[in-house]
């Protein structure tokens, strides 16, 4: 497999994985906040909420280390675990949109006709999560690597573990009413306060953390917009890594909606992990 191809597919893995986000909302209307409930207590409520969630579509933008600007439209189910995205921008983004669909423990990267030239017409690679790295990982040998398979509403819990957390104001995102949150995580700090959570939470975000943390990011600037249904409308997050500056912000347009994804036709799909188990054989 070229060079080329495989920046491709580690450039569309590597941004899809980061793509983290909330819970989102059809709302009431704008969010009535309790005089009693702090900006604390409605982040952590919101955060809970999450949990919930089974499945939803989102838009985002911004730059991802390693590969600039990005933009896309997803939909993922949580259960069964299934993503759908549409992407462009970052190193390829001359050759124009592409896709990805994560399907089980299998992702699918549309490399298009450059990627079909190089593979006897199959434009789709196949990365099998549970033969490529350990726990899951793809392991393509670039920094940042993330996990396909997380959820990416666990990212929206992290402003939960914000030590000066405030409310920013009430603000309008695509026409809804929220109320804006802005804090400031330090990972150290919260991976500390997760040893109060229950063993599933803890891992769920601890593993989050651990993917962050790869790319050198060691604190983020977070901010939230919470609907009148108490969950995350929109999500920012902003840190420095190794390869460049992370700053993503992150739209929810529904949830808990029928997703259904589809791997691409095997006669038109290269499968990476056989690919491999030949080149060694050959070898």
Not at 54 to 80: C, L, N, Q
Not at 111 to 119: E, F, L, P, S, V
Not at 186 to 214: C, G, N, V
């Amino acid at each position: 497999m070229s060079n080329s191809v495989r920046h491709r597919a580690t450039g569309a893995a590597l941004a899809a994985l980061v793509l983290g986000g909330g819970a989102v909302g059809c709302t009431k209307g704008a969010q009535e906040e309790s005089p009693a409930l702090t900006p604390a207590a409605a982040v952590a409520k919101a955060a809970k909420k999450t949990g919930d969630i089974t499945s939803f579509r989102y838009r985002m933008s911004g730059k991802v280390p390693m590969e600039g600007r990005i933009s896309a439209e997803a939909a993922m189910s949580v259960k069964p675990l299934a993503m759908s995205m549409k992407m462009t921008g970052g190193k390829q983004a001359s050759t124009g949109p592409f896709e990805i669909r994560l399907v089980g423990k299998a992702m699918y990267v549309d490399g298009g006709t450059r990627t079909a030239k190089d593979m006897d017409g199959k434009r789709w690679m196949k990365f099998d999560m549970s033969v490529l790295g350990a726990k899951g990982q793809p392991n393509t040998g670039q920094a940042g690597d993330w996990q396909a398979d997380k959820n990416p509403a666990t990212e929206s819990a992290f402003l939960d573990g914000s030590k000066d957390l405030k409310k920013v104001g009430a603000e309008t995102v695509d026409g809804v009413k929220t109320t804006h949150y802005k804090g400031t995580v330090p990972f150290d700090e919260y991976r500390k306060s997760l040893k109060s959570q229950d063993k599933t939470t803890r891992e769920k975000r601890e593993k989050a953390l651990d993917q962050y943390e790869k790319m050198g990011i060691d604190k983020v600037t977070m901010d939230m917009w919470i609907d009148g249904d108490d969950r995350a409308k929109q999500l920012r997050m902003r840190g420095a890594a190794h390869y460049g500056p992370l700053d993503l912000t992150i739209t929810f347009l529904d949830y808990n909606k029928p997703v259904t994804v589809t791997a691409p036709p095997a006669k038109d799909t290269v499968d990476l992990a056989e690919m491999m188990k030949g080149v060694q054989q050959q070898g």
